[in-house]
Structures are given as C-alpha cells and as structure tokens.
T-cell receptor, first 114, second 113 residues
Framework: GDSVTQMEGPVTLSEEAFLTINCTYT??????LFWYVQYPGEGLQLLLK?????DKGSNKGFEATYRKETTSFHLEKGSVQVSDSAVYFC?????????????FGQGTILTVHP | EAGVTQFPSHSVIEKGQTVTLRCDPI?????LYWYRRVMGKEIKFLLH????????ESGMPNNRFLAERTGGTYSTLKVQPAELEDSGVYFC???????????FGPGTRLTVL
C-alpha cells in the first residue's frame, strides 16, 4: 500500500546549522506532498506543499522539492533557529475528486540548541 | 476565524470504559477527518466525512470505534469498550470542499489503563 518514510530522529542541531530531513513516498499515481509541523502543545500546521513533479514548496525559510524520479520530498533549511524545534511530518495525499486521507511518515523530532 | 477544536485535551480511562471525543471543524469545512498517532509512530488515518456522510472509513480499526457527524457540523468519536492499545493521540482535521490542505486540531491524548 501507499506509505511515507522519513528519517528517524531525534535530530539535534546548533542554531544556524543546516537542516535536512529526508522523506520518500511510495504512492502510485501523482500524489500531492506535504510537510506538517507540530510545535509543543499545538496541533499540526501545514508548513509547505507541492502538487506536481519538480514543484518546490517553501515557507519560513524551509524548502522541499517534489522529485518524482527519486520519489522524494526532502525538507531543508539553511539556518535553523531555536524556534524551529518541533516535530516534522512528511505526508502524501491524493487529490482530485476525493481529497481524502493523508498518509504520514512517523515524524522527526528536531531540537535546536542556542 | 476559529481553528479546529477538540475536546477533551486529555482523557484517562480504565480498560473497558467508554470515551467520547469531540471535534469542531472550521466553519464551512465540509470535509472532516479523524487520525490517530500511537506511541510515537506515524499518524494513521481513521475516517473521512463529507458533510454528514462517511466518505471513507477504511482506517477504523474495529467495531469498538464509532464516529458520527450529525448535521454535518461537529463530529464525535466513541470508543466502547476501550482497550489498552487504543491509547494515543487522536487528531481531527477539516478542509474546504475540493481543497487538499487539511487544518488540524491540537489532538486529544487518550490513555487507557
């Protein structure tokens, strides 16, 4: 079945370090891809998305490019901040007429130290 | 505009008891979803409502789980009787018609002892 695999954490970085969180998907067809972030005590928030191959989603300094040839959607940020500490979830969804369920990866805990 | 709200935020019950979780979606969002995250694993889909109709309930684990959305507004998810493996965080999400962005609530943390 469809699945999403993201790198296991936790990931611990110093402020201003470069961040990469790997994500690969196995959906058939052409899914939309998402990164959601969950800050402590809050619900999941959409961080960025891409809906077709070679699209780049970006928000708050984070970027991810939809790579169909490698079925990947890796999350990157050039310089992380303490406030980026959170749990990051990669997800795929099939849009079209269904706009139904999202399939998530297991989440990656990111901790950024000053 | 108010976001998706869930009640309660935490619930601790004993095995065999009944618990009802509530979700209030964003006003005007026809799509309502329930998800569950168990013990640090991936967030798993439970079911999807379009207005008051169940569009997809393929993720419901067994018949101890009952979801309703009477009137197409808020939704409840009842677990009866609860088992130890039902412990986890239950998320609700909603979205506008024909839009793929889902807005999530803060979740209900359920602990079954």
């Amino acid at each position: 079945g469809d699945s999403v695999t993201q790198m296991e954490g936790p990931v611990t970085l110093s402020e201003e370090a470069f961040l990469t969180i790997n994500c690969t998907y196995t959906a058939t067809g052409y899914p939309s891809l998402f990164w959601y972030v969950q800050y402590p005590g809050e619900g999941l928030q959409l961080l960025l998305k891409a809906t077709k191959a070679d699209d780049k989603g970006s928000n708050k300094g984070f970027e991810a490019t939809y790579r169909k040839e490698t079925t990947s959607f890796h999350l990157e940020k050039g310089s992380v901040q303490v406030s980026d500490s959170a749990v990051y979830f990669c997800a795929q969804g099939l849009g079209g007429t269904s706009y139904g369920k999202l399939t998530f990866g297991q989440g990656t805990i990111l901790t950024v130290h000053p | 505009e108010a976001g998706v709200t869930q009640f309660p935020s935490h619930s601790v019950i004993e095995k065999g008891q009944t618990v009802t979780l509530r979700c209030d979606p964003i006003s005007g969002h026809d799509n309502l979803y329930w998800y569950r995250r168990v013990m640090g694993k991936e967030i798993k889909f439970l079911l999807h409502f379009v207005k008051e109709s169940k569009q997809d309930e393929s993720g419901m684990p067994n018949n101890r789980f009952l979801a309703e959305r009477t009137g197409g507004t808020y939704s409840t998810l009842k677990v009866q009787p609860a088992e130890l493996e039902d412990s986890g965080v239950y998320f609700c999400a909603s979205s506008q018609p024909n839009r793929d962005e889902q807005f999530f609530g803060p979740g209900t943390r359920l602990t079954v002892l």
